[in-house]
Every structure is written in C-alpha cells, then in structure tokens.
C-alpha cells in the first residue's frame, strides 16, 4: 500500500509543477509597438529557460518563462536597451540563463570539452583507420 502511495505521488508530480495563479499580463500578449515587440522577441530568442531543456524564453510555454517574456517586454515597453536586460537576468539568474556563456574558469569547460572530444575523436581515427604496416 506505500508503494502505491509513492507511486502515485510520484506520478502527480507534474501536475504540481505549475501554480495555479494567472500568467503575468504580457507573458503571452505582444507589445503595441511593433519595434519593440521585435527587441524583446530578439531578445527572448537569445535567453535560455531555466526550467526546460535547451528551450528559449521565446519558445517555452513553463510558467517561469512567461514570467521572464513579461519581465522583458514591460522593461522594453519603459525604454530599456535589450544589453541592460540581458545583464540583469545573467545577474539575478547566472550565465546559465544565456545560450553563449562568457568564457571564465567556470564556463571553461563548456567551451574546451568539445575541442578535447574532437581531437580525441580525430586520434581514435587516425589510429583505427591506419592501414597495418607490411
């Protein structure tokens, strides 16, 4: 019976993934002005979900991204460059929250491993494509 009970909350989890408050006025609503309903969806394109795989702000539909497209389009809406935006969810979010994470000793390794994974790549050819000595 309280392995069912594990189950079964286990199972429902999703379900409580979302709250159940409204979504934020402009989270799903463009912009009057067309030039800035472009800034803020050029913008949304470049800012990374923080609760979805690999998914854009622009393209998500979790709560928290709706909450981040209002968030973009009330500060384009009072004026705000995209850059100051941009710099203060990398602030209050991390480097996470972009798609080309500044290189610095924690990003290292996003940017070295695929070089590393390459040229081990190449060597593990090279080495068994190799015709045998005679």
Known sequence: MRRLAILL???AAPAF???NRPPAALSYSQLPDSAQEAQAKALMETLRCLVCQGQSIADSDAEMAGDMRAL???R???G???AAIRSYLVQRYG???TYDPPLSWV???LWIAPLLLLGIGVLLARRLF???AA
């Open 9 to 11: 909350l286990l199972l």
């Open 17 to 19: 993934a979302d709250s």
């Open 72 to 74: 973009v389009r009330e």
């Open 76 to 78: 384009i809406a009072r």
């Open 80 to 82: 705000e460059r995209p």
């Open 95 to 97: 480097d996470y929250v």
């Open 107 to 109: 990003t290292a390794p």
């Open 130 to 132: 190799r015709s045998p």
